[in-house]
Nanobody
Framework: QVQLVESGGGLVQAGGSLRLSCAAS????????MGWFRQAPGEEREFVAA????????QYADSAKGRFTISRDNDKNTVYLQMNDLKPDDTAVYYC????????????????WGQGTQVTVSS
């Protein structure tokens, strides 16, 4: 079991930046693939980015490539999402997630979810 708590959301103007954090409980944080997802009003939840347990492998949605960076600090049991050049279309609730399976595509099959943090980008 792992519990996840996101923070760092807020209101930002288009072109601005935010860094989201996700703090995880438990002693085996480095065994989990960690991902970020988002859900805009009226839309399905979508994959944003993920990183392997050791941080050596990352995967991004096309919408995040070149603007967002996922990283993790296993000593602090925390995963981050640095978001630059934000656009109004990035407005959503952002969720942190953890997955036991370390192989394959990282865009699905997550086992644990946080409660989410709101990101609003104004034009």
């Amino acid at each position: 079991q792992v519990q996840l708590v996101e923070s760092g959301g807020g209101l930002v103007q288009a072109g601005g930046s935010l860094r989201l954090s996700c703090a995880a409980s438990g002693r085996t944080f480095n065994s989990y693939v960690m991902g970020w997802f988002r859900q805009a009003p009226g839309e399905e939840r979508e994959f944003v980015a993920a990183t392997s347990g050791g941080g050596g492998r990352t995967q991004y949605a096309d919408s995040a490539k070149g603007r967002f960076t996922i990283s993790r600090d296993n000593d602090k049991n925390t995963v981050y999402l640095q978001m630059n050049d934000l656009k109004p279309d990035d407005t959503a609730v952002y969720y942190c997630a953890a997955r036991n399976a370390y192989w394959g595509d990282y865009s699905s099959r997550y086992d644990y979810w946080g409660q989410g943090t709101q990101v609003t980008v104004s034009s």
